[in-house]
């Protein structure tokens, strides 16, 4: 378990994990987290100050992912958070290791019509 509380660390994965790259928010970096990955021999990566867009792949898997599972309510308890890591814990296999990802490659604007392109499903 990482010094946040995470459950979702080496232990469970079913890959080494290699590094962990993060928002630049006080939410996502803290000392705690940087010592941690330091004694783990993890890269840390923050992204890039005022690049809004660089976490965009990890965004685009928490709205379709955690919101449309858990939804968008604030939960607070401890009994909460046990509940969610218990669900967290049998969903993360599923997703990170088995569900094919698409990420979107580029727009083309026709008009009023956005049409999208997308990688193949990996």
Not at 64 to 84: K, M, N, P, T
């Amino acid at each position: 378990m990482s010094p946040d509380g995470c459950t979702c660390g080496h232990l469970g994965s079913p890959f080494p994990i290699l590094g962990i790259d993060s928002d630049n928010g006080s939410a996502c970096i803290n000392h705690d987290l940087l010592r941690y990955c330091q004694s783990e021999r993890l890269t840390f990566t923050p992204c890039r100050a005022y690049h809004k867009n660089d976490q965009a792949h990890v965004d685009q898997k928490n709205w379709s992912v955690v919101r449309q599972l858990i939804g968008y309510d604030r939960y607070e308890s401890q009994a909460a958070c046990d509940q969610l890591n218990r669900v967290y814990e049998l969903l993360q296999l599923d997703v990170n290791a088995w569900l094919p990802v698409m990420k979107l490659v580029g727009k083309e604007r026709e008009g009023s019509k956005v049409r999208k392109q997308y990688d193949t499903a990996m």
